[in-house]
């Protein structure tokens, strides 16, 4: 899913974004212009007048694309199947300025699933960020919520941002550290 672009593209309709890397909301006009830079998990990174901003895939109709899907289960999904879709939704999280899920840049420290009585899920994270002061941390901490919570059977999730160990490139996967060139 990965794809790295330079695709001119025109928002069809008004649209709430987020500007990279401070993270602060902005409203992007109807009839903006500019190029989509990234398009990975499902949201994009889009270049408009020297300004990256990122549009969640939920949105993705604002740019003429098709949104995403929620994710679905077998009938009679087992304990692992479940666990398999949550770190499967986990991967379609994507730093909008590094083209690597955050699986694979090694920010998800933890990931625990409770089964509940009535047969619903509780799902526990404990993931960190590049570096501390990324203004995009609250964006990822949300992205990773909304985007486990459409797992079937998952009701809560709660996600803890930590900084303890500190994250460094060691923590990278093979794959990430050869498609950043750190390898």
Same mark, same amino acid.
């Given at each position: ?11 069809? #309709? ?9 993270? %602060?909301?902005? &409203? ?12 990975? @998990? @499902? ?14 895939? &939920? %949105? ?5 694309? +098709? ?5 679905? !289960?077998?009938?009679?999904?087992? *304990?692992?199947?479940?666990?398999? /879709? =949550?770190?499967?939704?986990?991967? &379609?999280?994507? *730093? ?7 699986? *694979?840049? @090694?920010?998800?420290? +933890? ?9 619903? #899920?509780?799902?526990? =994270? $404990?993931? &960190? ?5 990324? @203004?995009?941390?609250?964006? /990822? ?8 919570? /459409? ?17 460094? $490139? %060691? ?6 550290? !050869? ?5």
């Amino acid at each position: 899913m990965f794809s790295r672009t330079s695709e001119p593209v025109r928002f069809e #309709r008004e649209c709430e974004v987020v500007m990279i890397p401070s993270g %602060d909301p902005v &409203t992007m006009p109807a009839g903006t212009v500019g190029y989509i830079t990234q398009a990975l @998990g @499902g949201s994009f990174t889009v270049f408009v007048e020297g300004n990256l901003f990122r549009v969640a895939g &939920t %949105d993705a109709d604002a740019l003429g694309k +098709e949104p995403v899907l929620p994710p679905e !289960l077998p009938e009679n999904a087992s *304990d692992e199947d479940v666990e398999k /879709l =949550i770190w499967d939704q986990i991967k &379609t999280c994507y *730093d909008p300025e590094i083209p690597v899920n955050i699986v *694979d840049l @090694g920010l998800i420290y +933890e990931c625990r699933v409770e089964k509940q009585d009535d047969q619903r #899920r509780k799902v526990f =994270i $404990k993931m &960190t960020l590049t570096a501390p002061g990324c @203004g995009m941390g609250d964006i /990822l901490v949300d992205d990773v919520r909304a985007k486990v919570k /459409l797992v079937p059977t998952v009701e809560d999730v709660h996600v803890e941002l930590v900084f303890d160990p500190p994250w460094n $490139k %060691d923590m990278m996967s093979e794959v990430a550290k !050869l498609e950043t060139g750190m390898l």
